[in-house]
């Protein structure tokens, strides 16, 4: 390993706060940041229709609870559903859907070219400002690893792609990642 790579790239407090910088960009304002979220808690518990609720308002550019959304396109990856299914959650909250609102029940895996889909949905609906994976489970590689390094590694690959393409990505973990985590 050279010198250069041992080196850390730091910079100092002064310059630091000189520095302008591009604020966040948030889809819900103070909630949910331009990155990666984690939707997570206990199974059945409502993520699913927690996720679905906010793809709707965002792309209603409506509030959600009392915070401001940023209005644009929303990409819903409902992966454990059907299309009865998720036609039918969606009619249970809104008698209309708008049409910045997407869906897709199937999608590749992370090692198998989800990253490239996304990027496609990204380039056809530039105002694209969140994209939900319910579950992670179902993106994870084919390799039935599930360390922490693992998970790292995926996710990151995720976030990387939101940072680069300036929208927020939300992951449900699947109920029983939830399990083996809370077992941990």
């Known amino acids: 390993m050279n010198e ?5 790239d730091i910079i100092d407090g002064e310059t630091l706060i000189d520095m302008r910088l591009e604020p966040v960009n948030f889809c819900i304002e103070k909630l949910l940041p331009q990155g990666i979220a984690m939707i ?31 209005r644009g396109t929303t990409l819903y990856l409902c992966l454990e559903d059907n299309w009865n299914r998720v036609q039918s959650r969606l009619l249970n909250i809104t008698d209309e859907a708008p049409d910045n609102m997407f869906f897709a029940v199937s999608s590749c895996s992370l090692s198998d070219g989800l990253s490239e889909q996304i990027e496609s949905f990204v380039l056809e609906h530039p105002d694209t400002v969140l994209v939900t994976i319910d579950t992670f ?15 790292y590694q995926e996710i990151e690959a995720l976030k990387a792609l939101a940072d680069n393409e300036h929208y927020d990505t939300a992951c449900a973990p699947s109920q029983k990642a939830d399990r083996h985590r809370s077992a941990e």
């Open 4 to 8: 250069t790579n041992k080196r850390l």
């Open 40 to 70: 997570s808690g206990a199974p059945k518990i409502g993520k699913s229709w927690l996720m679905l609720d906010w793809c709707l308002k965002i792309a209603k550019g409506e509030s959600v609870w009392d915070f401001r959304s940023h």
């Open 137 to 151: 489970q179902m993106i994870r590689s084919a390799e039935k690893d599930s360390s922490y390094a693992n998970d």
